[in-house]
């Protein structure tokens, strides 16, 4: 098998995990985690993002954990921002890394925006020139690149025309983000065979959800077809409100442990790691995707 010796692993549990629950974490408790991932071993985190408080109440101190933690160093800190405002939140608070959104998906992004996909990244321009002069890094991702619930499989020309947008806009840091749960294997490695080919000068970084069970072999896919920066989330928490029947993004616990048993290399301490992961699912207080949580490693399974 072509496989990578290492792969870099972004926790986003504090940012798409917690935005998804009803509890309203404390920002004491966010930052307990936020160390805790760091001493795990962790170099990306996103923290959160600077959505509208009203709109996510979940996320309304970011600011606070930005200030908190922007002393640490060999971390990269981002989050996700919307508008001019999301930019401004973040040149105050000192983040350094922020990451923009859109739909691949034409009615998803003409429902909730009236714009189409190329039109939401050719406004993101403003944004990242502000963004740059304030030392700022910008990254962007396509939500839904491997299909939607509303068009069905989505045509490799509609995410391209999304890059090249991103790219003429000055962001060479690119996620896909199966945000709907659609993806498979044979689809992921095509895709991330073609986009690493076409666009060469692209930084890539693969975001699964876990609707469907695919995630983890959509991983190795995509290592297969040479990615090895993948998003994750303590717990497997997340999910996304616009998708019928959506579960959360695939376990951190569950693809560091796939990754240490298969000899590829992460930085991350697995069992650090699932303790702070087991500390999460008792903070929500409901069952969680997580494989390792309910049956541990295999490792686990030999007695000494």
């Known amino acids: 098998m072509n496989l990578p010796s290492k792969v870099t692993i972004c926790e986003v549990g504090l940012r798409d995990g ?135 499989d989505m045509p490799l020309e509609s995410v391209q025309s999304i890059v090249e947008a991103y790219l003429n806009v000055g962001v060479t840091e690119i996620s896909l983000s199966d945000a709907s749960g659609m993806a498979v294997p044979n689809q992921v490695y095509s895709m991330c065979s073609n986009m690493q080919e076409r666009y060469p000068q692209v930084k890539w970084w693969l975001h699964f959800h876990n609707t469907r069970g695919m995630a983890m072999a959509n991983i190795l896919a995509a290592m297969q077809a040479g990615i090895t920066q993948f998003d994750s989330s303590f717990a497997g928490l997340g999910g996304c409100p616009f998708v019928p029947g959506a579960t959360g993004n695939v376990s951190s616990e569950d693809v560091v442990h796939m990754m240490d048993e298969m000899g590829i290399e992460t930085g991350i301490d697995i069992e650090k790691l699932i303790e702070l992961s087991k500390k999460v699912r008792q903070i929500v207080d409901h069952d969680t995707d997580s494989y390792i949580l309910k049956a541990g490693r295999s490792k686990d399974l030999i007695r000494k």
């Not at 309203?24 to 959160?48: C, D, N, P, R, Y």
């Not at 001019?84 to 000192?94: F, H, P």
């Not at 992004?109 to 039109?119: D, G, R, S």
């Not at 030392?135 to 839904?144: K, Q, W, Y």
């Open 18 to 152: 917690l935005q998804n629950e009803t509890k309203i974490f404390q920002t004491s408790e966010k930052l307990e985690l936020a160390t805790g991932l760091i001493a795990a071993g962790f170099k990306v985190i996103e923290l959160g993002s600077f959505m509208s408080p009203k709109a996510v109440p979940q996320m309304a101190d970011t600011d606070k954990l930005f200030q908190d933690l922007n002393h640490i160093d060999g971390v990269e800190l981002r989050a996700l921002i919307a508008n001019k405002k999301g930019v401004e939140r973040a040149i105050n608070c000192g983040c350094r890394k922020v990451k923009l959104n859109v739909s691949a998906s034409r009615q998803h992004n003409l429902a909730n925006l009236n714009m189409t996909p190329e039109e939401s990244v050719a406004g993101f321009e403003e944004i990242v020139n502000i963004a740059l002069q304030h030392g700022i890094e910008v990254s962007g991702s396509i939500s839904m690149p491997f299909g939607s619930p509303w068009e069905g």
